[in-house]
Structures are given as C-alpha cells and as structure tokens.
C-alpha cells in the first residue's frame, strides 16, 4: 500500500489561524462600515445642517477610531503567527506576491496620517467641505488597504495568470527540513500586477461589500431597536440610509458579484466547486441546479467531490458553511432589509393595507435580532467557504487531466514541505493562549464603543423634523 502524501497542517495550529483571521476580519469590517457611514452622515449634514447627522458622523469617526486602533494592534499579532507558524509563507510572499503588501504599506501610512487629522479636527476647520474631503481620504487609506490584503487573499484561491508553482523536491529529488520544497514566480515581472486581474477583482469586491453588510446590519438592527422602543424621527431617518443600503449591497452580491465568483470556482477550482455544492459522489454525474445556474442548461455533468485522492479534498463541513451559512442566511437577510426598505421608503403607500403594517411590525421586532444574526453568519459562512474550500492548497490551479481523469488541482501544500515549518514546536497551553487573546482583544474594542457611547458628549442640540435630511 502506497503512504498518502500530508498536505495539510495540524488542527491546533489551523484552529488558531482561523480563529485569529476571523477575528481580524471583523474588525477590519467593523472599521470600514463605521468610517463610512461617518462620511456619509457629515455628507448628509453638509446637505442638510441638520445637527442629527453632524452628531452622527462625529459618533461614528470615533468609534471607526476604536476599532482602527485595536484592530492595527491586533494585526501585528496575526503577523508574528504568519512569522512563526507559516514561515514559509513569508519567503513565498517576498518571491511573488508581494506588490499588494507593498502597496498596503502605503495606505496603511495615509490612514495613520490622515485619520487623525479627519477625527481631530471636528470644529477646528471652517469649510465643512473640506473636513468631509478629509474623511474620504482617510476612508480611502482603509479601503485601499482592504483592497490589497483582499488581492492576496484572491491569490490563494485562484492563481494569478503568469503565475509559475516549481515543486524544487520532484525537480531535484533534494529537499531541506523546515524549509518550503517550493518556488513561486512570475513567467515575466510585469505579470506581478496580475494580482489585480479581473477574476481578484471579484473577490476583492465582494469582500468589501460583505464588511459593509455586516457592519451596517449590526447598526441598523441597534436603531431598530431603539426605534421601536421610542419611535423618535431621527432613527428612522437612520434606518432610511441603513437598510436600503444594506438591501441594495446585498442584491449585488448575490446576483452580481456572488454569480461572478461562482463561475471562477467552476473555471479555476472544479474540486472546491464539488465541495461547496455538495457533490458528494465520484465521477461524472449531471446536477440539473448546478447546471442551470452556471450554463442555463439541465443537462451537465461534473466531477464529484469522491473524484480526486482524500489527501487533496477540502473538508466537507464547507458545504454547509456555503449553503446554510452564506447562501440562506444571505438570501434571509435580503428579504429582511428590502422589506423594511419597502415600509421606509413608501409608508404612504404601505400603510394603507392591514397586511402589510402587520408585516411590517414583525419584520421590525423580529430584525433587531435576525438581520445582524443573519449578516454575521452569512459573512463567517462566506469566509471559511473560501478560505477552507481551497485547503490543502494556496495558489490554487486546475489542469486538465491527459488520462481523461478529473482536472488535476496543483497548488502549494500547506502542510510539512509547503508552507508549514515542522520544526516549530507549537504547545497545545500556548495555542489555548493565543486563542484567550484573540478573542479577547475584539471584545475590548465592543467594550471601549460601549464605554464611549455610554459617556459620549452631546455636541450639538438635535431637532429633527420627521422626514428631515
């Protein structure tokens, strides 16, 4: 019987990973929904001189402040794991992929530089314009950043084209202990901005979009509740920029940017597409859904998930992280948001029918609870289906199979020879600590938003008329 290679790394070591990245992510998403919605309550205040939306935008630079801080802390910790645990990371990253870093090194500067500026200077400025250009500079140093990390992260699921994997151990049977039996490298350097090729793009903005979603579902589902409970006009004029938008982001998503990356998975990844589809059988074999939604047809086959080695096959938990996560709870959200965005909107309208107030006074109490649930578990499904479904590889490839077979995925391993330092002794009481503290620096950054809200000045006196903007 011939040994199965090991392309995946131990369950400690991608535990804590995972749960780090995670952790990360949401508080990045945090940081780019909250400065956001600054920039676009000052816009609206500019408009208006409505000292609601001057409050609000104020409020929100500070609390995109919190997260920024605790959050740029926090990624200095996912980079020494990056460091220890995936060494070989580091030297495929300086062989390569390193433009986007690169380019983040310059954002991550302007965010330092200019977000101060934009937080600091509330008053101190006399054109109100021009604090608000302000913002949207910094709001761009974080997007920017957003774009660049996300560029990388699109690499690792689908190989950039020019894009070259030597496997240096099958080329010249020799290999060090620790070190990566791999090379990565581009075919000409100009390729290296085809890390920003189209296919990235998608990813990247539908990453961007999902930090958005959540973000601004969690503050809605707040102003909800404190809607319902008093009824003030102010929050409902909140929620008239919070759940349309997020309605609106989340169409796009789904039939947009979502059908895009899902023909990329069919393209570059067949195994991942098996995976996420639940595909569980081996060989060729129609699936009409499939079919329909990637050919408009009923009548194509695909390779089933049992078609490739089980040392190459991503873990089958990602079907459910896809579809009950990602796709349900999405689906669920748009159908929360656009209801409401439809009594918000046009209550005029709406309000004339029995049926839809008493739909409407369920979708409100029941959102308070549901959208944000629904936002959060359609964003961490998203995550792990993309990231877990490319495992055990990064810079992920299929080739077609000369013996007819299924398309044969090539890629970095991230196991023992790939990305993975064997060497490393890596305790199971460190990785419990690492873990107390990945979780406990996001709920000091909920803490300090909570402390601030709590004692936060009043800087102007708001009077709000009910429909005022």
Sequence with gaps: MVDQPILGAPTDVRVVTAVGVLAHLAMASSFLGTILLAVVAEYLYIRSRNPFWYNTARTFSVISTIFFGVGAAFGTLVEFGLVTLWSNFISLIGETIVLPFYLELFAFLTEVIIFPLYVFTWNKIGNQVLHW???????????????????????????????????????????????????????????????FWWGANVFIFHGILAAVILTWSIIA???????????????????????????????????VLGHLQGELVLQNDPLKLSALEGMFWSGLR??????????????????????????????????????????????LLGIWSGALSLWYLFPGFFGRFGWARALANFFERSGVYLMPFFAAFASIGGAVAAESGRYPFILVQADPNPNGGPPI???????????????????????????????????????????????????EETKVKAVEY
């Design 409 to 459: 995925i090539t890629g970095v391993p991230v196991g023992p020879g790939g990305l993975l330092n064997p060497t490393l002794y890596f305790p199971v009481w460190l990785a419990v600590l690492v873990l107390i503290v990945e979780v406990a620096m996001p709920s000091l950054a909920v803490f300090m938003v909570y402390l601030y809200l709590k004692r936060a000045p009043r800087y």
């Design 221 to 255: 589902a707040i102003y909800l509740y404190l809607y319902i409970r008093d009824r003030k006009p102010e929050r409902l004029m909140m929620l008239k920029v919070l759940v349309p938008t997020v309605a609106v982001l989340t169409a796009i998503q789904g039939f």
């Design 133 to 195: 250009i302000i913002g949207i500079a910094a709001a761009f140093g974080g997007y920017y950043s957003a774009y660049n990390i996300l560029a990388v992260m699109a690499s690792l699921s689908m190989r950039p084209p020019g894009l070259e994997v030597i496997n240096l151990y099958q080329a010249t049977g020799q290999n060090v202990v620790g070190l990566t039996d791999y090379v990565v490298k581009w075919a000409s350097p100009t390729d290296a901005w085809n890390m």
């Design 286 to 331: 129609v699936d009409p859904l499939t079919s329909f939604l990637a050919y408009g047809t009923f009548n194509h086959a695909f390779w089933g998930y049992y078609s490739w080695p089980a040392y190459e096959r991503p873990p089958a938990f990602v079907f459910v992280f896809y579809w009950a996560f990602m796709v349900i709870f999405g689906i």
